[in-house]
């Protein structure tokens, strides 16, 4: 008489069930630390780079101070379509002592006389180039270069023969007709500056 296959002990690749029960696999699993994460943090500003929206660039040296004004600055013209995050600003100071320098917020509109720098690139390089972006970075020398209606937000002072930065991760913002500027005010020694910037762009809703 045949063998009820009740009376079987099953098996799981070849293991018999009663193993199973107690906890044993025929698989070991891997480490905590070994085990693919199911989650990977990517940062914003690198997924917009990745879309040909993040940009960075530099002014050319600005000399000002002893009666001449200076700026360096990052402009949203008035019909961009887009807002400007700014992610970080650097500012070199070339000079043998301590520089004075402004952080002012003004209108692109009353801005006269300034350069625009070709110092500008997407931080994504690649053969086929990204779009240019929308917004600028000017720089002027002169007696009156300041926007109209312009207010300086925050002083900072440069050591010499140094940089300092700041990391501001979007959370200054410039809509369209507005600018961001680097002052080197008219009083103190004269001295010579450097303003770079990074921004990323995204259209007005």
């Given at each position: 008489?045949?063998?009820?296959?009740?009376?079987?002990?099953?098996?799981?690749?070849?293991?018999?069930?009663?193993?199973?029960?107690?906890?044993?696999?025929?698989?070991p699993?891997?480490?905590?630390?070994?085990?693919?994460p199911?989650?990977?943090h990517?940062?914003?500003?690198?997924?917009?780079?990745?879309?040909?929206?993040?940009?960075?660039?530099?002014?050319?040296?600005?000399?000002?101070?002893?009666?001449?004004?200076?700026?360096?600055?990052l402009?949203n013209?008035?019909?961009?379509?887009?807002?400007?995050?700014?992610?970080?600003?650097?500012?070199?100071?070339?000079s043998?002592?301590?520089?004075?320098?402004?952080?002012?917020?003004?209108?692109?509109?009353?801005?006269?006389?300034?350069?625009?720098?070709?110092?500008?690139?997407?931080?994504?390089?690649?053969?086929?180039?990204?779009?240019?972006?929308?917004?600028?970075?000017?720089?002027?020398?002169?007696?009156?270069?300041?926007p109209?209606?312009?207010?300086?937000?925050t002083?900072?002072?440069?050591?010499?023969?140094?940089?300092?930065?700041?990391?501001?991760?979007?959370?200054?913002?410039?809509?369209?007709?507005?600018?961001?500027?680097?002052v080197?005010?008219?009083?103190?020694?004269?001295?010579?500056?450097?303003?770079?910037?990074?921004?990323?762009?995204?259209?007005?809703?």
């Amino acid at each position: 008489m045949a063998k009820s296959s009740f009376n079987q002990s099953p098996y799981y690749y070849g293991v018999p069930d009663v193993y199973m029960q107690m906890g044993y696999y025929p698989f070991p699993t891997p480490p905590i630390s070994d085990q693919t994460p199911k989650q990977i943090h990517v940062p914003y500003p690198m997924s917009i780079a990745a879309h040909c929206k993040y940009f960075l660039g530099q002014t050319e040296k600005i000399t000002a101070g002893g009666e001449i004004q200076g700026f360096g600055a990052l402009s949203n013209p008035f019909r961009s379509g887009v807002i400007l995050f700014v992610h970080s600003w650097q500012l070199t100071n070339y000079s043998e002592h301590p520089a004075e320098v402004q952080i002012w917020f003004g209108k692109t509109e009353s801005i006269t006389g300034a350069k625009t720098s070709t110092a500008v690139s997407a931080s994504y390089a690649q053969l086929s180039a990204c779009p240019p972006p929308q917004g600028k970075i000017l720089f002027a020398t002169g007696d009156n270069v300041l926007p109209r209606g312009g207010a300086a937000v925050t002083t900072r002072m440069v050591p010499p023969m140094s940089t300092i930065e700041a990391k501001l991760n979007g959370q200054w913002m410039l809509g369209p007709g507005m600018t961001m500027m680097a002052v080197l005010p008219a009083e103190g020694k004269s001295a010579t500056i450097l303003f770079s910037t990074s921004w990323w762009e995204q259209s007005v809703y």
